[in-house]
């Protein structure tokens, strides 16, 4: 069974902290991603990474820098929380199971982690 | 703009009855289209994933279907069950990149 795990179930932070957001797999996934939940707006892609120290920018990636040093464990940063960034985190891990020839993967159905809602105050 | 959306955004349903969850989606480029279940405050477990080339999944009480030349996506859950009660998300990933969007969400309770 894969594992996706956040460090966090439930976070207060003040405005202008500095944020950390971990999240960790089992499975030796080479992608990962983070996301934020917001109601009626879904899940939207802050980032993600294909690999070791490599990242690439979602949606939404103004506020945050992501940090992924191993394999298994993928970190989000928020560099001076705002009360905007008060949301629902949500990280998943995927393996990539198919190449085309213009060097775009496929991705696998993506596993999530249990989420870490922060509140910024 | 790849868009993806759920209608409607909340439903309720006596035990029992059969029902049917959609799903549509703006360009037809894509890979994948997958159906995922959110209980409150968890993370998302995956139930379904449709190629493109396939038409439908089935799982249990479960079958997805998928028209890409309308952009369109059901779940059909049968004979539903309290349990079932969760908000249930579709995602499509889109041909040329990583990206995959998600819809808002439909919010399900299913009624003893």
């Known amino acids: 069974d894969v594992k996706v795990t956040q460090s966090s179930r439930y976070l207060v932070k003040r405005t202008g902290e500095k944020v950390f957001l971990e999240c960790v797999q089992d499975?030796?996934?080479?992608?990962m991603f983070w996301y934020r939940q917001d109601p009626g707006l879904g899940l939207r892609l802050i980032y993600f990474s294909y690999d070791v120290k490599m990242k690439e920018k979602g949606d939404i990636p103004e506020g945050y820098s992501v940090s992924r040093e191993k394999k298994e464990r993928f970190s989000l940063i928020l560099e001076s929380a705002s009360t905007n960034q008060t949301s629902m985190y949500l990280c998943?891990?995927?393996?990539?199971?198919?190449?085309?020839?213009?060097?775009?993967?496929?991705?696998?159905?993506?596993?999530f982690g249990p989420g870490t809602r922060l509140l910024v105050l | 703009k790849q868009e993806v959306t759920q209608i409607p955004a909340a439903l309720s349903v006596p035990e029992g009855e059969n029902l049917v969850l959609n799903c549509s989606f703006t360009d037809s480029a894509i890979y994948n289209l997958q159906w995922f279940r959110q209980d409150p405050g968890k993370g998302l477990t995956s139930l379904l994933l449709i190629q493109s080339s396939q038409r439908e999944q089935t799982s249990g009480r479960l079958n997805a279907s998928l028209d890409k030349s309308s952009g369109r996506s059901t779940l059909y859950i049968a004979a539903s069950q309290p349990g079932d009660s969760a908000t249930y998300l579709c995602?499509?990933?889109?041909?040329?990149?990583?990206?995959?969007?998600f819809g808002a969400g439909t919010r399900l309770f299913v009624k003893a």
């Open positions: 995602a499509v990933q889109y041909t040329g990149g990583f990206k995959t969007i």
């Open positions: 998943a891990s995927s393996l990539i199971f198919l190449r085309t020839s213009g060097g775009a993967g496929v991705v696998e159905t993506q596993y």
């Open positions: 499975m030796d996934h080479e992608n």
